[in-house]
């Protein structure tokens, strides 16, 4: 609980996976994925229940061991490739009545910390927005990057007034890491998104922020966990 209000984290698992198959409960550095994530909500200050929306009674199981609960199992109209994330959210919202926000945690991002979770937290009261996501400064600027038109030839993504400028004179871009997505559900359920005018940034590390999409992106999670270990 935070200044009188109560917060729900959700941490969306589904059983099939094309690009990792059964990455949700891989061991990574000793654990399964989803447990890095059920650890850190665990662990901050403010979060009240940490919940599991999944299909897959394996990965219901292991969360269970890890301290999340999973009162509930995904139907399987929201477990499909095709589902949306928003879906799945507003329907574990509605399972678990009583709340005042959620904190939607992907089990993808195992390198994000409780501080991390509280830091968004806290920054929507500092500022009174309803909605905040993390963030981290992308490693290659769209400034430069270009679109291939007829013949190759090439296309800026995003025009600049001088090309030959230096990257740190460039503005600073930032890209949503997939770690810590904030609001408060009254507003959450009219929005039916996260990204709004209204959507504040909470900035991370790179450290921090890696998204887990493929083989490469574990390996290279597993590589910063065990230094951090």
Request: hydrophobic share 45%; charged share 25%; glycine share 6%.
């Amino acid at each position: 609980m935070y200044r009188g209000k109560k917060f729900l984290a959700v941490i969306p698992a589904r059983g099939g996976s094309k690009g990792l198959p059964g990455k949700n409960i891989r061991p990574l550095a000793g654990k399964p994925l989803l447990a890095w994530s059920i650890e850190a909500a665990r662990r901050s200050r403010y979060i009240d229940r940490i919940v599991l929306s999944s299909d897959d009674p394996a990965i219901m199981a292991t969360a269970r061991q890890w301290g999340a609960e999973a009162p509930f199992q995904r139907p399987a109209e929201l477990a499909t490739d095709q589902a949306l994330g928003i879906d799945v959210v507003l329907h574990a919202i509605e399972q678990v009545a009583g709340f005042d926000y959620v904190v939607l945690c992907q089990p993808t991002s195992p390198l994000r910390i409780a501080e991390d979770i509280d830091g968004a937290i806290e920054k929507l009261f500092q500022t009174g927005a309803p909605v905040c996501v993390s963030v981290t400064e992308a490693e290659k600027t769209p400034y430069w990057m270009f679109t291939l038109a007829e013949s190759d030839r090439m296309v800026p993504v995003m025009e600049h007034p001088d090309r030959s400028v230096n990257r740190q004179e460039l503005p600073k871009i930032y890209v949503l890491n997939g770690a810590v997505y904030v609001a408060e559900i009254g507003w959450f359920k009219k929005a039916r998104s996260f990204l709004t005018d209204e959507t504040l940034g909470y900035v991370m590390p790179a450290s921090r922020s890696v998204d887990i999409d493929t083989e490469r992106d574990f390996l290279l999670a597993e590589t910063l966990l065990a230094g951090r270990m």
